[in-house]
């Protein structure tokens, strides 16, 4: 594959293991007998969309779409080398 399979590899591992850690930083969605009884309901909850919680989930989208691209990228570079022997 040569050097751009190296790179690309070596990136992969990289969204690989940053998706591990923004995944197990992230709280759970347990709320609780709360929800029931409306008492879930709080500032933090008024504002997720400046949370940590918010910021930690669109990193997580951000590092799963590089890890499909790099992947889908991986397999077409994987396929064009092997085409050509």
């Known amino acids: 594959m040569g050097v751009w399979g190296i790179v690309l590899g070596s990136v992969l591992i990289v969204a690989a293991i940053a998706i591990i850690i923004v ?22 909850s ?8 918010a910021k930690l989930a669109r ?7 590089v890890f499909v691209i790099i992947v889908i990228a991986l397999n077409v570079l994987a396929y064009f080398v092997g085409k050509s022997f």
Do not use: E, P, W
């Open 23 to 44: 995944i197990i930083l992230q709280q759970g969605n347990q709320q609780g007998i709360g929800v029931v009884s409306g008492a879930a309901d709080s500032y933090f």
């Open 46 to 53: 008024k504002n997720k969309a400046r949370s940590i919680d």
């Open 59 to 65: 990193f997580t989208k951000f590092f799963a779409a």
